[in-house]
């Protein structure tokens, strides 16, 4: 044991500070990240998908800010940092196969960079309706 | 024009029904999927993440029942057909990207293949409180 704090490196590389126990459950896709979602704490309302590694999610962990690696400019970020749009950590769950993240947030202002609340506000899908029983899909 | 329905055919060449205006904007990862969140409409809890192909998209948009793409079966799974545990259809919608998709359902029974009401029920993690202004990430 020593005083200085352990870092590991997951399959991407990146060095991490995430606790080991941790990092040994976590299954991550074939670019070492995560999917993310994040849910305002008291409304239920999912507010965005974003991706972690290993670190993003020591760093949520550990800083009281959701952070997510960028997969289009290949850096972390820290929801919030250019917005002022902070997503305040309440909690954080793994799923059954450790294989998603669900972060309970208190989203200041915009989760979206649309300046919607939500990033599923705008795009509604329609739903063709009473089809139940009626619709036979396409063979497998 | 013809009165057989269209099929088209996504990246990963699996054919799918679903409407080729979605089908031109969806932005699939490299194995031609979505990841798909499933929240409990009323109550606002998410139950699971999924992943879709365009086919699973369509059936979930068509037949009224969640459908998912299995990764690890290589098939189209029907949430519920196993376990009676269906998720009955009441909305979709695309995130801002349309990289991910968000469907509000009606679960029947436990969403986990646990017996859990969700799959975010078991595994919290530790947060650090009171951390927020206090820790330094690691550098970039």
Redesign the interface.
């Known amino acids: 044991m020593t005083s200085t704090p352990s870092?590991s490196t997951p399959p991407q590389g990146r060095?991490s500070?995430l606790d080991p126990e941790?990092a040994a459950r976590l299954k991550r896709?074939?670019d070492g990240l995560v999917?993310a979602?994040a849910?305002q704490y008291d409304?239920?309302?999912?507010l965005?998908?974003g991706w972690m590694d290993d670190?993003a999610l020591h760093?949520t962990?550990?800083?009281?800010?959701c952070?997510y690696w960028s997969r289009s400019r290949g850096?972390?970020w820290v929801k919030g940092d250019t917005s002022g749009h902070f997503q305040?950590?309440?909690?954080?769950?793994?799923?059954?196969?450790?294989d998603?993240v669900?972060v309970k947030v208190d989203q200041v202002g915009a989760a979206?960079?649309?300046g919607?609340r939500t990033?599923?506000?705008?795009?509604?899908?329609?739903?063709?309706e009473?089809?139940?029983s009626d619709?036979q899909?396409?063979d497998?």
């Open positions: 870092t060095p500070g941790i896709s074939a999917p979602i849910q409304t239920g309302e999912v965005m998908l670190e760093r962990l550990t800083t009281g800010r952070t850096e972390y305040h950590v309440k909690s954080v769950a793994l799923d059954c196969d450790a998603t669900l979206c960079h649309t919607a990033c599923f506000d705008a795009d509604i899908l329609t739903v063709l009473g089809a139940e619709v899909p396409l497998q």
